[in-house]
């Protein structure tokens, strides 16, 4: 799920202590970019990482009709601190919706960990990602490391590929990036074996099998043969 609704209905707004009012927004988390979102008519109100909360208020409010009041405190690198406040039918309810968003931010933290991981190596293998995987998911299956790692992928905040056994950055892919020539010159021997030319160095190899692609014996180029040349085998 990209997003994750955590509360919705009126929320109130501080600024460093002063009121900026209530609107009518839902407090959501995206899964994807790893933020939470504050939405009123469709529009991102505010938006801020889990690394930002400074922490959280549960009260009491009314005399009559009581209700419960959860205050999220969130620090921005300016020094300001904005306040969300949203109303609550019971205790439970607040301090459940506070849990979940406490473990969203560590999953957050640990979730970064294993970016930072593929960021700063060539390769990282399977079983790594899943120890790291780990600590967060209760079961670490071979899908749980592949949707991770193509989810990464794909939402580009990592850049390689992962083939199911490891992950190879961008950097190494286009190192480790081999040319193959294509055979284009071949002869049926006096016994009915099929010898291509190398595309490299010229020396006769012998296709004993329908192997699409070769190495040189003699030069160590990689090279593909074409399938009409393979058919004939």
Not at 69 to 80: E, N, V, Y
Request: aromatic share 10%.
């Amino acid at each position: 799920m990209p997003t994750t609704v955590l509360l919705r209905g009126e929320c109130a707004v501080w600024k460093n202590n002063v009121s900026l009012g209530k609107i009518i927004a839902d407090l959501s988390f995206d899964n994807d970019l790893r933020f939470f979102k504050l939405i009123s008519v469709g529009n991102i109100r505010a938006s801020f990482r889990p690394e930002q909360i400074g922490g959280f208020r549960i009260v009491q409010t009314g005399s009559v009709r009581k209700k419960w009041q959860l205050s999220i405190l969130a620090k921005w690198p300016s020094g300001d601190e904005f306040t969300y406040s949203y109303l609550l039918p019971t205790k439970e309810q607040a301090e459940s919706i506070r849990a979940n968003i406490q473990g969203i931010a560590v999953n957050s933290r640990r979730h970064e960990e294993v970016l930072a991981l593929l960021r700063t190596r060539e390769r990282v293998s399977k079983d790594d990602i899943a120890t790291l995987l780990s600590k967060f998911h209760t079961e670490v299956s071979d899908q749980t490391v592949q949707d991770f790692v193509q989810g990464a992928i794909t939402s580009g905040q990592v850049e390689g590929f992962y083939d199911g056994k490891e992950f190879m950055s961008k950097y190494a892919l286009q190192r480790e990036t081999v040319r193959y020539d294509i055979v284009s010159k071949f002869e049926v021997s006096s016994s009915g074996a099929i010898v291509i030319t190398c595309p490299k160095c010229g020396a006769a190899i012998p296709i004993e099998s329908k192997e699409s692609n070769g190495k040189c014996r003699f030069c160590g180029s990689p090279y593909v043969v074409p399938k009409k040349i393979l058919d004939l085998i």
